[in-house]
């Protein structure tokens, strides 16, 4: 499988999703009775895993969680994974509500990377629910408190005259890196330990396609205007709710003149410079560093992951 062509992290086709069974009632039932579901326990946004021989998520059985939910109706049935029906939970406490036997709560921004990509998948998928549960608790039209139906995939509001729903939804955000042929454009921003400089990203505005977007961003952020472009891949970025939606772009023009207070710096770095160490790199679960590496090895006399002078976000940690 080529660089391009493997699922990025968090994304992937690991779960039936169940869309139909979620709106049966009779469907959920069985699943909340049957001892076989599981549940994915999420705490102050963070996903439970064990953490030898590596990192993997801990799935509970659901008979083991309902001392700890506040209510079994906050349940959210995620769908069905490795053949048994698996929900979310989101649970409270000021420390860990669970043992360490059943495993740690860790930054799934942190440690998803190093998991297997249907697991990885999986709590991202989890987080994500709860994140927008937590936003949509009462009526954003009328104010009211919201009920969770469909298995906790739509909120209604609670008052019959106003009839308000609210389902998922993603922020979409375009991530670009844009290229002259021989050098890629990256920049960084202030808050972010010196060295660290990754491609150019943004969120998509209201009546804007993703190719207007795109050039939008990176003439904002840099003063560079860009050409052609092409469609990479995407990624679930649940941190809170985006769509990363990746982009390789050919520059037209090259001088950089900072637009806005978004960035601290911007630079073109070579190969060379890349597979030296300079500069740091993002975490290789990241697109970001999807697009770097794909462009980076199509150039190259041996790929960037074999490159040992080479830095990433994550090696210095």
């Known amino acids: 499988m080529t660089a391009s062509a493997r699922p990025n992290v968090f994304s992937g086709p690991y779960i039936d999703r169940m869309s139909i069974g979620r709106r049966d009632p009779a469907t959920i039932a069985a699943a909340l009775a049957d001892p076989a579901s599981r549940i994915v326990p999420v705490w102050r946004s963070r996903s439970l895993v064990h953490r ?5 998520a801990s799935l509970l059985p659901i008979a083991s969680c309902r001392d700890l939910l506040r209510d079994p109706g906050d349940l959210i049935l995620l769908g069905r994974f490795n053949g048994h029906a698996t929900f979310v939970a989101e649970l409270t406490g000021e420390g ?11 930054d799934l921004r942190r440690d998803g990377g190093l998991m297997g990509f249907e697991e990885a998948g999986l709590l991202a998928y989890a987080r994500a629910m709860i994140s ?4 949509h608790r009462y009526c954003g039209r009328c104010g009211a408190p919201t009920r969770a139906e469909q298995a906790g995939h739509v909120m209604s509001c609670t008052v019959e005259a106003c009839g308000q729903q609210a389902f998922p939804r993603l922020d979409p955000a375009v991530i670009v890196l844009v290229t002259d042929g021989g050098r890629a454009l990256l920049g960084r921003q202030a808050s972010w ?13 209201p009546g804007e396609s993703l190719e207007d977007a795109v050039r939008r961003e990176v003439f904002e952020e840099t003063g ?3 050409g052609g472009l092409r469609y990479h891949s995407s990624q679930p970025w649940p941190f ?11 520059a ?10 978004e960035l601290e710096d911007v630079q073109w770095f ?17 697109v970001s560093f999807r697009l770097i590496e794909d462009w980076y090895d199509t150039g190259a006399r041996r790929p960037l992951a074999e490159e040992p002078g080479a830095s990433r976000w994550d090696a210095t940690r």
């Open 132 to 135: 927008w549960r937590s936003r």
């Open 193 to 205: 330990p010196a060295g660290r400089y990754s491609t150019i990203a943004g969120f998509v505005e």
């Open 240 to 250: 809170p709710s985006s769509l990363m939606l990746g982009f390789m772009a050919q």
């Open 224 to 226: 560079v205007r860009v």
């Open 270 to 286: 070579s190969r060379e410079q890349i597979a030296a160490g300079t500069p740091a790199l993002p975490p290789p679960q990241s």
């Open 52 to 56: 030898a021989p590596g990192p993997r």
């Open 96 to 106: 860990p509500p669970l043992g360490r036997e059943a495993g740690e709560f860790v």
């Open 252 to 261: 037209e023009t090259e001088a950089i003149n900072l637009q806005d207070d």
